[in-house]
């Protein structure tokens, strides 16, 4: 096979795979501005007849949908900038600081990413439960706040900042904390990017834990709230269509403008260590 039409061949391929996972969200996309009742009609329409904005006024103005997406901006941007700083200071301090017991505790840390978190999800509401924290936002984000995924994440690439560097400082009369703050966040300025998008993402798209914390509907997330209105109204195909679009639009933003500092955060922490 010559070379020019084997790479015919593979971009026809990334092509038609590109259409293949494209379709869903651009059909979705479509429906939710038709009129109801005309996507249920056989064969289903790829375009609205008449494009409205009659789903998303329906929305906003009378199933609530901007309270639950303010809830979420709340929940998840406070998740996000919290598990931040935790995960940064603790992934530091096992790549580059010395104590007793850091390899121990690191390895036990690892173990606990084997355990599934739904085992752990009965004791901690039980204990939230205790503590007050039950159908509050703070019920929702504490639990978020550090994860073991995120200081594996830093640890493995602060183990590439040069220990040459952070000894210079030292010697300069710079304590931890300015060394921290002024040399090694900007050196991680691409993993954070990557550890806040990965972080936002999970905190938007997080189900299970919501439903079973947050009880009173006024405090409800998008995907809650979307399941709450998928039982009202299951036969409007084109509202739920708009409400996925408001769900799923804001973290597809985020993520096409932070992209190439994501790929940057995983590609150089696949490589450090």
Not at 112 to 129: E, G, R, S, T, W
Not at 172 to 179: L, N, V
Not at 224 to 241: N, T, V
Request: charged content about 10%; overall charge positive.
């Amino acid at each position: 096979m010559s070379p020019r039409l084997m790479k015919a061949l593979i971009n026809g391929l990334l092509i038609g795979g590109t259409v293949v996972a494209l379709f869903p969200l651009l059909w979705m996309l479509s429906v939710s501005f038709m009129a109801p009742g005309e996507a249920s009609a056989l064969p289903p329409p790829l375009l609205p007849k008449h494009p409205g904005w009659a789903n998303y006024r329906e929305l906003f103005v009378r199933a609530g949908m901007g309270r639950y997406l303010l809830n979420s901006v709340l929940v998840a941007g406070a998740i996000t900038a919290l598990s931040l700083v935790l995960n940064l200071m603790a992934g530091y301090a096992f790549a580059k600081l010395r104590f007793a017991g850091r390899e121990r505790l690191f390895q036990a840390l690892l173990g606990a990413l084997v355990i599934p978190a739904q085992v752990a999800m009965l004791p901690l509401f039980l204990l939230l439960k205790y503590v007050g924290l039950v159908n509050s936002y703070a019920g929702v984000v504490a639990p978020a706040m550090a994860t073991v995924f995120g200081i594996f994440l830093v640890r493995q690439y602060a183990r590439g900042i040069p220990d040459e560097l952070l000894e210079a400082a030292r010697i300069d009369g710079a304590g931890e904390w300015r060394i921290f703050v002024q040399i090694v966040l900007p050196l991680l300025k691409p993993i954070i990017v990557t550890l806040a998008i990965f972080s936002f993402l999970a905190a938007w798209n997080d189900f299970m834990w919501p439903l079973i914390v947050l009880t009173g509907q006024e405090h409800y997330t998008l995907p809650i709230g979307l399941a709450s209105l998928a039982r009202e109204h299951a036969q409007d195909s084109e509202l739920m269509m708009a409400g996925s679009v408001v769900t799923v639009l804001p973290v597809l933003l985020l993520f096409l403008s932070l992209q190439r500092y994501y790929l940057q955060g995983l590609l150089l922490g696949s490589v450090k260590g």
